[in-house]
């Protein structure tokens, strides 16, 4: 993910991947992206999540400034999820593909 990363025009970011949570992490960290394996099975034993009536916006501001993009094309999750954290960081230098957006 660091060379696409490189891709984008994005500076000052790589990727790592961490497999232990409990141990320090050195330097800035901007998100977490968590991969899991998906079995077809599971969709039968997901959780329906809460209805619209349960679910409210404390701050609609942070809201409309978050980017969010729904995913249309299989299996490109995790780049969906580079692309939110990337997005979603201002401090981050993104360069001129991804401030086009």
């Known amino acids: 993910f660091t060379l696409l990363v490189e ?3 994005v500076k000052g970011v790589q990727v790592e ?3 232990d949570l409990s141990k320090p992490i050195e330097g800035p960290v901007y998100g977490f992206i968590f991969l899991f394996k998906w079995s077809e099975e ?5 959780k ?3 209805s619209v009536e349960e679910s409210f916006v404390v701050d609609e ?4 400034d978050m ?3 729904q995913q249309l094309i299989p299996n490109s999750c995790a ?3 580079l692309l939110s954290v990337l997005l979603n960081c201002p401090q981050i230098s993104l360069g001129s593909t991804l401030t086009r957006l």
């Open 79 to 81: 780049t969906h999820a």
């Open 61 to 64: 501001e942070v809201v409309n």
């Open 48 to 50: 329906v999540g809460p």
């Open 7 to 9: 891709d984008f025009g």
């Open 42 to 46: 599971r969709r039968s034993r997901r």
């Open 67 to 69: 980017f969010f993009a």
């Open 17 to 19: 991947e961490i497999y």
